[in-house]
């Protein structure tokens, strides 16, 4: 069994925050990149943060400053803080995993897999 999945989605107000998880079961999550990535309706998919498995780490530059990813080792689950949230930041939000990385893969979402089902952010007033 190899699965990732989201939670911690929800509706915010402008200028609220929440904080997403992935929880890895099925493999040891700390021996692969990481990648968190949203996709909101008619719209293609941006990539968002991603985290690798020697800690390097990577923002989109709309998320720069607002979103914070994070590594838990101990309970095999990655985590995206997001303040400040805006409008635009409605998507569903999508972790998954990759052993090739760069800066394009995080961009892209190439060569990442094991996709997780979502989780819906909505924000509004």
């Known amino acids: 069994q190899l699965q990732l999945v989201e939670s911690g989605g929800g509706l915010v107000q402008p200028g609220g925050s929440l904080r997403l998880s992935c929880a890895a079961s099925g493999f040891t999550l700390d021996r692969w990149h990481i990648g968190w990535f949203r996709q909101a309706p008619g719209k293609e998919r941006e990539g968002v943060s991603c985290i690798t498995s020697g800690g390097r780490i990577d923002y989109g530059d709309s998320v720069k400053g607002r979103f914070t990813i994070s590594r838990d080792n101990a309970k095999n689950t990655v985590y995206l803080q997001m303040n400040n949230l805006q409008p635009d930041d409605t998507a569903v939000y999508y972790c998954?995993?990759?052993?090739?990385?760069?800066?394009?893969?995080?961009?892209?979402?190439?060569?990442?897999?094991?996709w997780g089902q979502g989780t819906q952010v909505t924000v509004s007033s």
């Open positions: 998954a995993r990759s052993i090739i990385y760069s800066n394009w893969h995080c961009r892209t979402g190439t060569d990442f897999g094991s």
